[in-house]
């Protein structure tokens, strides 16, 4: 249910399959050094950790070769980073592959549409070289209906397509999907924008039985044919999960509910009776289809709700690792009689309707949680701000076992960051948006440099960081000196000065992904990180005191980095050099020769 | 606080700039690299400062400022102009590569902004673009889906018009569809309000949705009788209370409020759910309450 986890590794091969190369049964008696790489294949197929893999190919050719042959899995962290017809020469035999394409400020809207990362050049290369591929991850790529035909036409076997905040597609390439991969067990549509072409892709899923195991399109705005769906969901005995969009009503809900009490992952649609028919929707009784679905454990959805049905979910709630009202428009006594029955609770998204109260409830109840999402109901400025401190103290008391908190507030303190900090030593993720841009402790009117400080300095597993609130040079050198662990960083309108950015560089040795915006870093601080910059995935770095000048210097200097410089609407004629948005990151094959017009890489 | 030099424009630049209007972003200016070497007072004024701001030092944005008045963002937004339109004649030396709103306004705003002033509640600021960072599938959520008041910069709409490059929202008759609910009917309702441009239309609306659903809830309730067609009465008076019912709304704070004291323009602003109480339930107490209130009452003799 994370946003940004890295996709799932894939279990390791059948060692019965067919793609191990076995001489053996070709050459009696192979020549000695073969047998060595024969024996080095049947050992690295179960290597599955990219980077154990990426070690082991750094041996010598011998292994790179036969890691190569074995690898069946590849990451690309950035699409552009390398070219496809690179990929499929290195790797002949991949099974499955992930790619991401933007990077995540363009969730913001701070990248210009039609940026790139598109999918194109990828389906066609691997259609051609992996005619065996069966599982393709994608993260805020974009697809054209044309690509899910081809994706569909090419590979015979396909069986996972998982596609998150990725758009440029409509009903029609779904419908591609759907009739063309008769062995699909995996749909998942997650945050992806869907177009409505208005073609029912629901109904294309090929008739009898199906394997489908996985059914996701939470996000998908687009109505659907209920009874195809229905009719899906009874012919699709591997089920395990099903995340409705919020066109489904409560009573929809429920009949598709009754057929697939196998669910293990569930998310409600609307949680609320529909509007559009006639007569009101029968009442039901929810709550028995609850209780029948025994092995629940993940729960999402509500998007819609209406709060008088929350009850039905009480049969669940014991059972349940993960539950996210992040959707639900609850306060903290409609949130009680639920959450104080979910003690097994690992992962909790909610709104910050439940408010301060509501937090408190979470602490008391679940103390074995791990990931905390808290959004905002109303996310400006200067709204109203139903969570503070007070929660965060609170839920650090509560749940030591903490790692990932993600918390939308409009007032904080230092202290309670500090004590966040101590209390939660297993913090692996820490973002706070303090949504006030500038805004310093509450209490002391001190920056928050301290608090986050004292995160990176207590926290030692921190590997993802993102800052908000008054900052000043002093935070980042606490960054730098202790967030040696720190792969990803946000920043926003923070600091004072290019010593800030310094620290940072030169401190965090581990830094992959750097994202920063409006924040006073100029052409000195990005020098400072030449050393670094081959390391990285990429850096962002948007409303800046940057300069053309200071990033043709970073360009020259490291000629596998791709610098891009992006232009807001209307700075054409802006002459000055001075620079909207500087993206760069490595790539072994040079710059892209897929950019708009308002893209120029230097 | 920061940003409140912000004004309407930036949520229009925004705006603008979301809309895609088939315009790609710009290259900037390529050619001779200038020497924009650390020229000092550009960068003292670019830079980030505690302290009120200095004066004479802003950029044009201050009478930029002036001219735009404080009209509601989403007013601003409904004007949909671009940036080129909004932007005065800059310093040939602002960067706009700083603290910027609608990535357009220089950092006089922002040397304003840093010195927060977190004591009292501003009007409110106009956004920045993409902050506070939250995805646009969750934006919807205060809107419950029906109003496209709050800009959701990737709504439904906007990603086909970002694909094919099309006309501009605001050109189109999108419709702004609102939900209504009728106290005693089960079935709620939306309504365009777009396509009302007055209280009166708004009225008439409400009678048309209504009326045959009222007859026929109340033709049902009446112990099956089996009555020929229940007489179809025209549902009146929602907006002076001289009717059986009344026209409340919902604003983006969960308050009730009586519909028709503000001007329509910002009526339609702020309105996030109508709904049509019974004049005689309707008491003061029902009305500008939060969302405790509002709750009770939902659970109440309205349906759901």
């Known amino acids: 249910m994370s946003e940004d986890d890295e996709p799932g590794r894939p279990q390791p091969p059948d ?121 393709v991850y994608l993260k805020r790529m974009s697809l054209t209906d044309r690509d899910l035909c081809l994706l569909g036409d090419s590979f015979v076997g396909f069986k996972e397509l998982e596609l998150v905040c990725c758009d440029g597609f409509g009903t029609g390439g779904l419908a591609a999907i759907a009739s063309k991969c008769s062995q699909l067990r995996v749909l998942d549509l997650s945050d992806t924008e869907v177009m409505n072409d208005g073609v029912d892709w629901i109904s294309c899923f090929p008739e009898g039985e199906t394997c489908l195991e996985s059914l996701i399109f939470d996000y998908v705005e ?41 669910l293990t992952h569930l998310g409600t649609g ?38 008088e049905y929350l009850p039905a979910i009480y049969p669940v709630c014991a059972n349940l690792v993960s539950l996210n009202l992040s959707h639900a428009n609850i306060n903290v006594e409609q949130l009680k009689p639920i959450i104080c029955q979910c003690r097994k609770l690992q992962v909790l998204w909610v709104l910050d309707s439940v408010c301060d109260e509501g937090l408190k409830a979470v602490a008391a109840a679940c103390p074995d949680l791990r990931e905390l999402r808290v959004f905002p109901f109303d996310p400006q400025e200067d709204a109203e701000g139903p969570v503070s401190e007070v929660g965060l103290q609170a839920i650090s008391e509560g749940c030591p076992k903490l790692e990932s908190i993600l918390y939308f507030c409009q007032r904080m303190t230092n202290a309670a960051v500090i004590a966040m900090s101590k209390n939660c030593p297993d913090l692996v993720v ?16 001190e920056p928050m440099d301290e608090g986050f400080g004292a995160i990176v300095m207590n926290c030692k597993k921190l590997t993802r960081l993102a800052t908000s609130g008054l900052m000043t040079d002093r935070a980042f050198a606490y960054i730098g000196k202790y967030g040696k662990l720190v792969r990803t960083l946000s920043v926003a309108f923070a600091g004072d000065s290019d010593t800030g950015l310094k620290y940072v560089l030169e401190g965090c040795h581990n830094l992959q992904k750097l994202e920063i915006r409006d924040s006073p870093f100029g052409d000195a601080a990005l020098l400072s990180g030449l050393h670094h910059y081959y390391n990285m995935r ?18 020259r200097a490291l ?44 | 606080m920061a940003g409140d030099s912000r004004n309407g424009e930036a949520g229009a630049n925004f705006f603008g700039f979301m809309q895609g209007n088939s315009r790609d972003w710009l290259m900037g200016s390529d050619g001779s690299s200038r020497n924009v070497t650390a020229c000092s007072p550009e960068e003292r004024k670019l830079e980030l400062r505690l302290g009120p701001p200095g004066g004479e030092e802003f950029w044009s944005t201050k009478e930029h400022e002036k001219k735009i008045s404080s009209r509601g963002r989403d007013e601003a937004l409904a004007s949909s102009s671009y940036f080129s339109h909004m932007v005065p004649a800059q310093t040939s030396n602002n960067s706009l590569n700083n603290m910027n709103t609608g990535q357009k306004f220089s950092t006089a705003s922002t040397a304003k902004a840093s010195a927060p002033n977190v004591s009292q509640k501003r009007t409110a600021p106009a956004p920045v673009v993409g902050w506070p960072p939250i995805r646009s599938s969750r934006k919807n959520l205060s809107s419950s889906s029906t109003s496209n008041l709050k800009p959701p910069p990737k709504s439904q709409d906007v990603v086909s018009n970002k694909i094919s490059g099309e006309k501009p929202a605001e050109s189109t008759g999108k419709g702004l569809f609102v939900k209504i609910n009728m106290e005693g009917v089960p079935i709620g309702r939306k309504v365009d309000l777009k396509a009302c441009n007055s209280y009166e239309k ?24 089996e009555t020929k067609q229940e007489e179809e009465k025209p549902i009146s008076g929602v907006l002076d209370g001289t009717g059986e019912y009344t026209l409340v709304y919902e604003d983006n704070e969960g308050d009730r409020i009586l519909v028709g004291d503000v001007p329509w323009d910002m009526f339609v602003t702020t309105v996030k759910r109508l709904r049509v109480l019974k004049s005689s339930e309707l008491s003061a107490a029902n009305l500008g309450g939060n969302k405790q209130e509002k709750r009770s009452l939902e659970s109440g003799p309205s349906s759901r």
Not at chain 1, 88 to 99: G, K, Q
Not at chain 1, 538 to 555: P, T
Not at chain 1, 568 to 595: I, Q
Request: net charge positive; proline share 6%.
């Open chain 1, 430 to 445: 820490f973002r706070l948006c303090i949504m006030g841009r500038h805004q310093p402790d509450y209490v002391t009117r």
């Open chain 1, 559 to 602: 000629p596998r980095l791709v610098v891009e410089l992006l232009s807001y609407e209307g700075n054409e004629k802006m002459d000055d050099g001075a620079v909207d948005v500087l993206y760069m990151y490595r790539s072994l094959d040079g710059p892209r020769n897929d950019t708009s017009e308002s893209v120029t890489i230097l």
């Open chain 1, 538 to 555: 990429f850096l962002w770095m948007s409303s800046c005191h940057l300069s053309r000048q200071g990033c043709r210097e970073v360009a």
């Open chain 1, 270 to 307: 609307a949680f609320g009776p529909s509007e559009a028919q006639g007569a009101s929707d029968q009442e039901y009784d929810y709550a028995s289809a609850f209780s029948a679905c025994k092995s629940l454990v993940c729960l999402s959805g509500f998007r819609e709700i209406v709060p």
């Open chain 2, 202 to 225: 708004l009225a008439s609306a409400v009678d048309e949705l209504f009326r045959g659903l009222l007859a026929a809830q109340r033709h049902t309730s009446h112990s099956g009788k």
């Open chain 1, 222 to 262: 687009c109505p659907i044919n209920f009874e195809a769906l229905e009719s899906l969901v009874a012919r699709s005995p591997a089920l395990k999960k099903l995340r409705l969009n919020r066109e489904v009503s409560l009573g929809q809900l429920y009949r598709l509910m009754v057929r697939a009490p196998q």
């Open chain 1, 15 to 135: 060692p019965g399959s067919k793609k191990t190369r076995n001489c053996a049964a070709v050459h009696p008696s192979p020549h000695p050094d073969r047998v060595l790489e024969i024996v080095l294949e049947h050992v690295l197929q179960f290597l599955t950790a990219r980077r154990d893999r990426n070690a082991a190919s750094l041996v010598c050719k011998s292994w790179y070769r036969t890691e190569a042959l074995t690898r069946s899995h590849v990451f690309i962290g950035n699409c552009y980073s390398v070219s496809p017809s690179r990929v499929t020469a290195r790797f002949p035999r991949v099974r499955s592959v992930a790619i991401k394409g933007r990077p995540r400020f363009a969730d913001f809207n701070l990248m210009p549409l039609n940026w790139g990362a598109h999918f194109g050049p990828w389906v066609a290369t691997m259609g051609k070289a992996y005619p065996w591929l069966e599982r």
